[in-house]
């Protein structure tokens, strides 16, 4: 429904969200709602001001008070959590209570998945190695991603999984190197 970065919210996305949900009442029946709020980490990346975060988060603060049949769920990393604990205390108790805590992937947690992905993702029968074309050096260079805000997500595991097949179709010739050509890319996420 929102789309952008935090510092482009203002008070109009959420009379716009209000009118959806009075919307759905009216004509869908609808009595209850879950508000999804993804990627809210986006409040610790530093790339937005304190004044606009405070801005957003007491804006939050007031449609949450304000509607109470419907249910937020809110995905974020413990940085931003801490963040809104000291600018917004009374936003953080209302959706802090319940901490669903997912500890980020190792080693293993990664190969499983990204094989999973693979093998639903493969056309035919594959009896090679299921990280095939990924190794166990690609994917620690990823779980050791400078920004430690994203050791260990599965989102951005995935993510960077992704572009290095989505670069390797476009880029990669069959005389390059594949171990230099991954790492090239993997130091680039």
């Given amino acids: ?7 482009n919210v203002s008070k109009r996305e959420f009379y716009i969200l209000h009118a959806i949900v009075q919307i759905a009442k ?3 029946g609808a009595t209850d709602f879950i508000i999804l709020v993804n990627e809210f980490e986006e409040l610790a ?11 957003y988060l007491r804006n939050l603060c007031s449609l949450i008070d304000n509607e109470k049949n419907w249910c937020s769920v809110f995905a974020m990393n413990s940085i931003a959590l801490t963040k809104i604990e000291k600018l917004v205390p009374p936003l953080a108790d209302r959706i802090g209570d319940r901490i669903i ?7 293993e947690a990664s190969k499983v998945v990204i094989g999973n992905h693979l093998s639903l993702a493969r056309i035919e029968n594959f009896d090679k190695d299921e990280l095939y074309p990924f190794t166990e050096d690609a994917i620690r260079a990823i779980l050791n991603t400078r920004d430690t805000t994203l050791k260990g997500s599965p989102r ?3 993510k960077c999984c992704f572009r290095l097949l ?3 179709a476009k880029e990669f010739k069959s005389g390059d190197d594949i171990k230099v050509f991954a790492n090239t ?4 996420a």
């Avoid at 805590?101 to 080693?107: E, R, S």
């Avoid at 890319?185 to 680039?188: N, Q, R």
């Fill in 45 to 55: 990346s530093g790339r937005v001001n304190d004044k606009d975060i405070d801005n």
């Fill in 26 to 28: 009216e004509y869908l």
């Fill in 166 to 168: 989505q670069s390797a």
């Fill in 1 to 7: 429904m929102v789309t952008g970065d935090v510092k």
């Fill in 156 to 158: 951005f595991i995935m």
């Fill in 185 to 188: 890319l993997i130091a680039a």
């Fill in 101 to 107: 805590d997912l500890t980020p992937y190792d080693m």
